[in-house]
């Protein structure tokens, strides 16, 4: 079967679809993206063929009508730490199986021909129908990266019964242990986090870096007996909402942490703000929960997810709580349709001003919250 229509730019050139695209194909997963390897090209003949250069660390090439990635064939060798320690040859001599080589797993490591016919120099289609995340060579050891990105495919195709191979699994130990992980940059750490949280068993990610000892290394925080309740509350997660549900899951995930410890995680993993600020708010409706409502904790629960100026996190934190302790919902959107009620205009024509105008402000929203509650 093919997988492309007739393209003149590619007259003439050896190309082949590879990577994710093909192993979804044969999984009959959905595919979202190409990516294409051209074997026996250079750079100068991809230009000339109207292709857009935009690889910095080697040749890759934009489609002009597609946008699809073409990459001219290369072979790494590990020349430094990290994910960026490498030295990239790519010439018109690497063979399609030499680019094949340097990939991370046998399922990653097939490529399609224009006509349909598969090269899987490393038995994937095997490991796809026995449903085995496996290493294609020793080398897969020098990119940390690989530890993090072998948990993400398995908690993308956990529901599929996959394992990863023992081997396999002794590797990402032994890189875990041997200080190469520290080396990653700590944006392709939440890169690789961020996508693993929107796969379908996002659990199975960090049970997965527990098992290879990676937990305690990006997230001693989450390491031990602190998983299992941050799995648990992961699980639920508001579905009727704005923000992302990898963000809700990371939330709930480090809702039961320390402040400090929180704070921790997100500067070590360099957190987008929202990201680490949707961590705070949803602790602070956890600690809410834990006792009886009263006007007290309710008003500061509203003044600390800055409600007054963001109605919009109240919303959130309010959509959080209908998961968590739905009975409460309704008390809770009550007091806060009153606390907002409350006007400061009425507070200034009683003859209220600065200090004695905010403190005033507080106790009406503090009075009209408890009625609220009552």
Not at 6 to 21: I, P
Not at 358 to 372: D, F, H, S
Request: with cysteine; hydrophobic share 45%; net charge negative.
């Amino acid at each position: 079967m093919k997988v492309m229509q007739s393209d003149s730019r590619l007259a003439g050139l050896n190309v082949y679809r590879v990577g994710g695209a093909v192993r979804d194909a044969l999984l009959g997963w959905p595919v979202v993206d190409n990516d294409w390897v051209v074997v026996g090209a250079t750079p100068d003949a991809m230009r000339k063929r109207g292709f857009k250069p935009v690889g910095r660390d080697f040749p890759v090439f934009l489609h002009p009508e597609t946008a699809e990635e073409y990459a001219l064939a290369r072979t790494e060798r590990k020349s430094g730490h990290g994910y960026s320690g490498f030295e990239v040859h790519a010439s018109p001599d690497v063979t399609l199986e030499e680019d094949l080589l340097r990939r991370d797993l046998t399922i990653n490591a097939i490529a399609q021909s224009v006509n349909g016919e598969l090269t899987d120099p490393f038995n994937g289609r095997r490991d796809i129908e026995q449903r085995l995340l496996r290493h294609i060579s020793p080398a897969f050891s020098e990119d940390p990266l690989r530890v993090l990105r072998t948990a993400r495919f398995l908690a993308r195709y956990a529901s599929l019964g996959f394992t990863i191979a023992p081997d396999t699994l002794a590797l990402m130990r032994d890189v875990s242990q041997n200080g190469e992980l520290e080396h990653l940059a700590a944006e392709r750490v939440w890169v690789e986090t961020e996508k693993a949280l929107g796969e379908p068993s996002p659990d199975v990610y960090f049970t997965t870096l527990e098992r290879c000892d990676a937990l305690r290394v990006w997230w001693p925080e989450l390491a031990g007996e602190a998983l299992a309740p941050g799995l648990a509350a992961m699980a639920q997660t508001p579905e009727k909402s704005a923000l992302a549900a990898a963000h809700w899951r990371y939330a709930q995930l480090v809702s039961a942490l320390s402040e400090s410890q929180r704070d921790a995680l997100a500067t070590r993993l360099k957190l987008p703000n929202a990201v680490a600020q949707l961590a705070r708010h949803t602790a602070l409706t956890h600690s809410l929960l834990t006792a009886p409502l009263d006007g007290t904790s309710v008003l500061r629960w509203l003044e600390r997810l800055d409600g007054w100026r963001k109605p919009e996190q109240v919303e959130e934190q309010l959509a959080l709580v209908t998961l968590l302790a739905g009975e409460q919902v309704g008390r809770l959107e009550s007091a806060w349709q009153a606390a907002r009620e409350v006007s400061p205009q009425v507070l200034i024509a009683e003859g209220y001003q600065g200090a004695a105008l905010g403190g005033a402000l507080r106790e009406r929203r503090e009075q009209a919250i408890a009625v609220a509650l009552a």
